[in-house]
């Protein structure tokens, strides 16, 4: 079955949505292919947020800042907002999700690692969903 792909969205593409790509990509790596973008990117990665997944054994120093335009695909299944809200443009996906985090950019490595535990339970739950969701279609493809 073809892998599921999630584009996780935030401002500056800098902190949340960089830390749930990189769960996603090692979370779910069999089953998701995970991007991230922003709808002002910073160009970097913010050092705080490689630290505390560094913390979690995940690696995010390859992963760049990037805008909608430098995404490799323009279909995704699943789109996630990291609480920007109304600033980041309409994806097109089969599935829509805000979750309302708190920006952790300027605060102290102890708030940086709560967002990051917050974002982890969050893609697992997701990941949890995208297999349900592949187990669904599977069935009704029969």
């Known amino acids: 079955m073809e892998k599921q792909k999630i584009l996780f969205v935030c401002i500056e593409n800098s902190c949340r949505s960089q830390m749930a790509e990189g769960f996603a990509r090692t979370l779910g790596k069999d089953m998701v292919v995970a991007y991230s973008a922003g709808s002002h990117p910073s160009g970097k990665i913010n050092p705080d947020a490689v630290k505390v ?17 430098d995404l490799p695909v ?61 187990a669904s279609d599977a069935v009704t493809h029969t």
């Not at 997944?53 to 335009?69: N, P, V, Y």
């Not at 940086?112 to 297999?131: G, W």
């Open 74 to 134: 323009k279909a995704f299944d699943y789109v996630v907002t990291m609480g920007c809200q109304d600033v980041c443009p309409f994806v097109p996906a089969r599935w829509h999700m805000e979750w309302d985090l708190d920006d952790p950019k300027g605060k102290s490595i102890y708030f940086f690692r709560c967002v990051r535990d917050k974002i982890e339970e969050k893609v697992k739950s997701l990941l949890r969903s995208v297999v349900a969701d592949r």
């Open 53 to 69: 997944m560094q913390e979690s054994g995940i690696d995010i120093t390859l992963q760049r800042s990037k805008g909608f335009k």
